[in-house]
């Protein structure tokens, strides 16, 4: 009966092991990803801020144009 108890302690141990392992590598891992795409994003920001920059809209047919233009 004890080794029967033994063995189940042992492979929830592992299984526990395993399930907090890959859980905190997931967290490091997404956190990582939301930091690069912060940083992407404050990049492309200041970017927009530059004078040689053009905004370019959509227009009804499709194409990318500045505004004002057709």
Do not use: C, H, S
């Amino acid at each position: 009966m004890t080794a029967i108890l033994l063995r189940i302690i042992i492979y929830v141990a592992i299984f526990a092991f395993i399930y907090f392992a890959a859980r905190k590598l997931w967290r490091d891992l997404t956190a990582q990803f939301r930091a690069d795409d912060n940083a992407k994003r404050q990049r492309n920001l200041k970017e927009r801020q530059r004078p040689d920059v053009i905004d370019l809209k959509r227009d009804a047919d499709g194409v990318y144009r500045p505004p004002g233009e057709k």
